[in-house]
């Protein structure tokens, strides 16, 4: 169970991707029935730590904490030198006891000078993959992803894309509920996906309508119906071809792969919080049948609809 957080805070690191961390691990949001974190900020030398930006975070507690955190986390810091040795031990730790280890942007060195990356599937903020991949070639780096997971170490790519790589925490260990409830408190979206583009292009201007912005609200709406791309260019007033190239250019992502976790999210959400049969949710949610429902949850979430009932259902968290 995710309870135990560490946020270690590095020398030189990004006010920002410290930040992240903090805002979703570190505030009590029991009154809105989301989960509240045991959060600690730790150092290996406590007392004034200097940020990128050239202020102070004043942290009283050593690494302790660390080596009994469910999580320890890593924002982004400097690049070119590893971290105090004793930092890299925690991190060592975390993953040789199985608990979650997470960097945000270029946190990804740290974990790198830890050695806890070989063998791993990694990414980092894009500016910054071709350096990863050549300072640890044992890693295979992604350049193109927000975030990675492999096996309990979660490397996010640039700033923003720490939220959704700490989400996915978040909703793998406690549900959609638990993740739903802070994205809302955020004020950020629940759910992209870990493999979703980090390089979103920006459209044209003479594109730039709500018509896109309504098309993807009425599919949210319309989940359970046969959504075509002929049909959703229709809603959009566009050719098929322009709406993809639209959809991918603003998303990162294909309509169909939105779609699919946009379904994928509500059926968690009715798993959890209905009594509605595996059928009544694979028709509500626009999967058809329950065998196609397994099938991505499968795929995506590695477990079945029965297995995540199971573990976060209505009934379970009573």
Not at 190 to 204: E, H
Not at 268 to 291: N, S, V
């Amino acid at each position: 169970m995710l309870h135990t957080i560490a946020c270690i805070a590095l020398p030189q690191m990004a006010p920002f991707e410290f930040g992240v961390i903090c805002e979703v691990f570190g505030i009590d949001r029991s009154e809105q029935g989301g989960p509240t974190f045991d959060f600690h900020v730790v150092t290996a030398d406590p007392g004034p730590v200097t940020t990128k930006l050239g202020f102070d975070v004043v942290v009283t507690e050593g690494l302790d904490a660390a080596y009994s955190a469910d999580l320890v986390a890593v924002p982004a810091s400097l690049i070119d030198s590893p971290a105090d040795e004793r930092v890299l031990d925690a991190i060592r730790d975390a993953v040789d006891r199985g608990a979650w280890v997470l960097s945000v942007c270029s946190g990804a060195f740290t974990l790198g000078h830890a050695g806890v990356l070989d063998g791993r599937q990694s990414t980092t903020h894009w500016m910054y993959t071709d350096q990863l991949a050549e300072m640890f070639p044992n890693t295979d780096v992604d350049p193109d992803v927000l975030f990675v997971q492999d096996d309990k170490v979660v490397t996010g790519a640039g700033t923003a894309a720490g939220i959704d790589a700490a989400l996915h925490i978040v909703r793998t260990e406690l549900g959609a509920s638990a993740a739903n409830i802070i994205a809302r408190r955020m004020v950020v979206p629940p759910q992209r996906d870990g493999g979703q583009s980090q390089f979103i292009q920006t459209p044209v201007a003479e594109c730039r309508t709500d018509s896109f912005a309504k098309v993807t609200e009425w599919m949210l709406e319309h989940l359970d119906e046969d959504l075509t791309v002929d049909l959703l260019a229709r809603k959009a007033l566009m050719s098929p071809r322009t709406f993809a190239r639209r959809f991918r250019a603003e998303t990162g992502t294909t309509p169909n792969a939105w779609l699919n976790r946009q379904r994928l999210l509500r059926a968690q959400q009715l798993l959890e919080e209905t009594d509605y049969t595996l059928e009544e949710i694979a028709r509500e949610t626009g999967f058809g049948a329950a065998a196609v429902m397994r099938h991505h949850f499968v795929k995506v979430l590695q477990t079945t609809p029965t297995a995540y009932r199971r573990l976060f259902g209505v009934r379970a968290t009573a």
